[in-house]
């Protein structure tokens, strides 16, 4: 498993990574796309997934926006560095591989070269370590009596139905992400944090930070982020699903309906843990992978790789810490390893059962202009 830690802990930024555009700002699957500037190789991505495909390039490299970008965001879309133009002729490369030896499948990409590095290696790794798997059991259990246990686990479904909403209390500590432009960046921050949530399809998430609050809030076909004193704005699909699925491990029913194609894969170690292995798959998450304690029945972990131009980023959440308030048990500690070396963990120590109503999760209407 310490070769899939490595490859995981790249990083992650909470609640929406920063845009790196040629010339825009944040997208959202739901809201109109704006139109970007200077667009000249990757014409073909849909405008929903520039952001993460701009994304994959900065953690393929292990670079920022301003490496190939101006630094003043209002010149994002100027050619006013070579070295986008030097990226430019790298993605005909990449696309030209592509067409002509993988009959146009997306086998290649950035970091099948860089691997987090602005310059490619040509030596070879040393005694590289494999993932832990283990062989399954001659009969494992079904992916239904697998979820069927975690939710036992946890109190029972109907102890699980009658929560008429909970409050978590904590701080969110973030070590910041290393990469090769930007070492110097100071390694954490300690931020207050509270998690609203109730029943399956309503969670909002704000961190209190010094500047101002801000909220990402899953309410369905409603969902919404707001960053300080701005606008709110519809979720991406592609983080819609992903709040989705994180609030399906405190109501773990849903899973059997949010993810399709779910099959028992077999065993693999987390940590010193044996877990059960399921996988499955969403509109926006070409793959999910759940991991249930053999022992204890808990879902110790979930990785998911999310969508852009270039395939997929990989994120994986390990929980921890699971304790009784109000008659259920859910995770304290929460630990998210993303693409770009870093961590981002999640720590409660008050949970309130209690409820939470309904207009607390509607999107903020605009300001009166």
Not at 329 to 348: A, C, D, H, L, Q
Request: glycine share 8%; net charge neutral; hydrophobic share 40%.
């Amino acid at each position: 498993m310490q070769g899939r830690l490595r490859q995981l802990r790249f990083g992650f930024l909470v609640l929406g990574l920063t845009a790196c555009l040629v010339g825009a700002v944040s997208v959202s699957a739901q809201a109109p796309a704006p139109a970007y500037k200077n667009v000249q190789i990757l014409k073909d991505v849909p405008p929903d997934m520039m952001q993460p495909t701009m994304q994959f390039m900065e953690i393929a490299l292990g670079v920022h926006c301003v490496y190939c970008h101006d630094a003043d965001n209002t010149k994002r879309d100027l050619d006013t560095k070579p070295e986008k133009g030097v990226a430019r002729r790298m993605l005909q490369m990449v696309a030209d591989i592509n067409r002509t030896q993988f009959a146009g499948k997306q086998v290649v990409t950035c970091y099948t070269c860089h691997q987090g590095n602005t310059i490619p290696t040509t030596v070879l790794p040393f005694n590289g370590e494999g993932d832990d798997v283990i062989a399954a059991a001659p009969q494992p259990p079904t992916v239904d009596q697998l979820i069927d246990r975690y939710i036992a686990a946890l109190g029972g479904a109907d102890a699980i139905a009658k929560v008429p909403g909970r409050t978590l209390h904590g701080v969110v500590t973030n070590y910041a992400h290393l990469d090769e432009v930007h070492q110097e960046r100071a390694p954490t921050t300690v931020t207050p944090v509270e998690i609203v949530a109730k029943g399956p399809d309503k969670r909002m998430v704000i961190q209190h930070n010094i500047a101002a609050d801000a909220v990402q809030t899953f309410n369905g076909a409603g969902s919404w982020a707001r960053a300080g004193a701005g606008a709110a704005t519809p979720l991406r699909a592609d983080l819609l699903e992903v709040a989705r699925l994180e609030n399906a491990v405190m109501v773990p029913a849903q899973l059997k309906t949010l993810l399709t194609g779910l099959k028992v894969e077999g065993q693999e170690k987390i940590g010193d843990r044996t877990t059960w292995v399921v996988s499955g798959a969403s509109e926006w998450l070409p793959q999910v992978k759940l991991y249930f304690d053999r022992d204890t029945a808990y879902l110790l972990s979930l990785s998911y790789q999310q969508k852009s131009g270039f395939c997929c980023h990989v994120f994986r959440i390990d929980y921890d810490n699971f304790l009784v308030k109000g008659g259920v048990r859910m995770p304290m500690k929460w630990t998210i390893n993303g693409p770009r070396e870093s961590i981002v963990v999640y720590e409660f120590d008050a949970a309130e059962i209690a409820p939470v109503d309904d207009a607390r999760f509607a999107r903020p209407a605009a300001a009166a202009r």
